[in-house]
């Protein structure tokens, strides 16, 4: 099994900024690609950016410009950059690392971009 473990949300004021990490241990498992995906109230998960195992990134639209996703390799850890934050953005953030071993979820942190 892997463990992930989301930290660094919180309340921001819009044009504020705020950095996400994301830790995965617990296992000698081979980790692939890792993403972040966010889930506001009342509305699906939806899929917010990636970072391929060969440090490829992708990023949807309404944050392109806004958010950068990057990883420590010698911490298993992804840090998703968030700048620019808009009210838009309030929602669980949760991390996926997609492994040898599966695919798996962390329990999310609240983004609450509020004034």
């Known amino acids: 099994q892997v463990q992930v473990v989301e930290s660094g949300g919180g309340l921001v004021q819009p044009g504020g900024s705020l950095r996400l990490s994301c830790v995965a241990s617990?296992?000698?498992?081979?980790?692939?690609?890792m993403h972040w995906f966010r889930q506001a109230p009342g509305k699906q998960r939806e899929w917010v950016a990636s970072?391929?195992?060969?440090?490829?990134?992708y990023y949807t639209d309404s944050v392109k410009g806004r958010f950068t996703i990057s990883r420590d390799n010698a911490k298993n850890t992804v840090l998703l950059q968030m700048n620019s934050l808009e009210p838009e953005d309030t929602a669980v953030y949760y991390c996926?690392?997609?492994?040898?071993?599966?695919?798996?979820w962390g329990q999310g942190t609240q983004v609450t971009v509020s004034s």
């Open positions: 996926r690392t997609d492994t040898s071993l599966g695919r798996f």
């Open positions: 617990g296992s000698s498992a081979s980790i692939y690609d």
């Open positions: 970072l391929s195992s060969g440090s490829s990134t």
